[in-house]
């Protein structure tokens, strides 16, 4: 009798703790309602699929505005989904569906308002945050492999770059492309064109009078974007070994883009550097001037290693500064004259 009366006690409290926390919901205190609601949550875990359901729904909905207002929105996203989602499971248990639809609607509007949100944050600077944004609405719905490209380059943007290698090499390991359709329409009131995210969304605008002139537009593929960011991430972290690898792949993308042979020449003078430090901390004993001739010799081999990647970027861009600069400097140190005075001549 004991136990009984004290599981009704605990069942009635449950109950007026959902019921406060609704209440502060509704009257805007999101924060102090998930408060309630987290504290609680081990009471609702023997209740019956139906009272299950309407907690989960009120948790999605208080998380939900949390991450609306920009109140840790890529945590608190991620966990109203999961709560949306709990909602379906047990409503699919029980065989009533109360809250199931209105679950499915605000997981689709959530993922728009945390698109748009990453977006606006990427146009303010707020790189690191847009990343974790795009990062989770990914997570949400891995088919939608644009989130994580954004979350990418926005990593890459804020100098994150070992999230941003590994989100890149993940578009590569899913051989993500971009490429697609952007449905445009004209927004009748602004004359702005806006993009919908299918044909279907925007003929539904268009029916009601709002908007007009719709067009398409192709995507290009992002596969060598995806590929050229993640050399220079390489390049930045100075992994130079993968760096250069992703640099001869570009090459096989685009023979004709240019930065790809200047980096790849830059990557070679790089490795010169310990050589050099090596020739400046030798003596004048004869053993040490043996040792100096032999690393004078592969530094200078590794210079000349240089100079067909500067020449091919050179007849892609014959009038570039900086490779015509760093070709006479290296013609220079390796006594090259005839191929200096050439280029010299060609330049001025």
């Given at each position: 009798m004991l136990s009984i009366v004290l599981?009704?006690?605990?069942?009635?409290?449950?109950?007026?703790?959902?019921?406060?926390?609704?209440?502060?919901?509704?009257?805007?205190?999101?924060?102090?309602?998930?408060?309630?609601?987290?504290?609680?949550?081990?009471?609702?875990?023997?209740?019956?699929?139906?009272?299950?359901?309407?907690?989960?729904?009120?948790?999605?909905?208080?998380?939900?505005?949390?991450?609306?207002?920009n109140i840790d929105a890529a945590t608190n996203f991620s966990d109203a989904s999961q709560s949306y989602q709990d909602v379906i499971l047990y409503e699919n248990e029980s065989g009533k569906y109360k809250f199931s639809v209105k679950a499915?609607?605000?997981?689709?509007?959530?993922?728009?308002?945390?698109?748009?949100?990453?977006?606006?944050?990427?146009?303010?600077?707020?790189?690191?945050?847009?990343?974790?944004?795009?990062?989770?609405?990914?997570?949400f719905d891995k088919k939608d492999t644009l989130n994580l490209y954004n979350a990418a380059a926005a990593y890459l943007n804020a100098k994150e770059y070992n999230l941003a290698i590994q989100h890149y090499e993940q578009l590569k390991k899913i051989n993500f492309s971009g490429n697609g359709i952007i449905y445009y329409a004209t927004n009748k009131k602004t004359k702005e064109e806006d993009a919908f995210?299918?044909?279907?969304?925007?003929?539904?605008?268009?029916?009601?009078?709002?908007?007009?002139?719709?067009?398409?537009?192709?995507?290009?593929?992002?596969?060598?974007?995806?590929?050229?960011?993640?050399?220079?991430?390489?390049?930045?972290?100075?992994?130079?070994?993968?760096?250069?690898?992703?640099?001869?792949?570009?090459?096989?993308?685009?023979?004709?883009?240019?930065?790809?042979?200047?980096?790849?020449?830059?990557l070679k003078l790089q490795s010169k550097?310990?050589?050099?430090?090596?020739?400046?901390?030798?003596?004048?004993?004869?053993?040490?001037?043996?040792?100096?001739?032999?690393?004078?010799?592969?530094?200078?081999?590794i210079i000349r290693s240089a100079i067909p990647y500067l020449q091919k970027a050179l007849s892609i861009e014959p009038k570039n500064q900086e490779v015509i600069k760093t070709l006479l400097g290296i013609y220079r140190s390796l006594d090259m004259t005839k191929e200096y005075d050439a280029l010299k001549a060609a330049s001025n």
């Open positions: 599981i009704n006690v605990g069942v009635y409290s449950q109950k007026s703790q959902i019921k406060d926390a609704q209440s502060l919901f509704e009257k805007g205190k999101s924060e102090e309602a998930i408060v309630i609601l987290k504290k609680n949550e081990y009471l609702i875990l023997n209740a019956p699929d139906e009272e299950k359901s309407e907690f989960y729904f009120l948790k999605g909905n208080v998380l939900k505005d949390l991450a609306i207002r499915n609607l605000a997981l689709k509007d959530m993922k728009s308002k945390l698109v748009n949100g990453a977006t606006e944050d990427f146009k303010a600077g707020n790189f690191k945050e847009s990343a974790e944004k795009s990062y989770k609405v990914y997570l995210i299918s044909p279907k969304a925007r003929e539904s605008y268009i029916q009601e009078g709002l908007y007009e002139k719709p067009r398409n537009e192709a995507i290009p593929s992002r596969k060598f974007d995806v590929n050229r960011n993640l050399a220079y991430a390489y390049l930045e972290k100075k992994d130079f070994i993968k760096a250069e690898a992703v640099y001869n792949y570009l090459i096989e993308l685009n023979p004709n883009f240019i930065d790809s042979y200047i980096n790849l020449a830059y550097k310990e050589l050099t430090d090596k020739i400046d901390a030798l003596g004048n004993s004869k053993k040490e001037m043996l040792e100096y001739d032999k690393l004078t010799a592969k530094k200078d081999d």
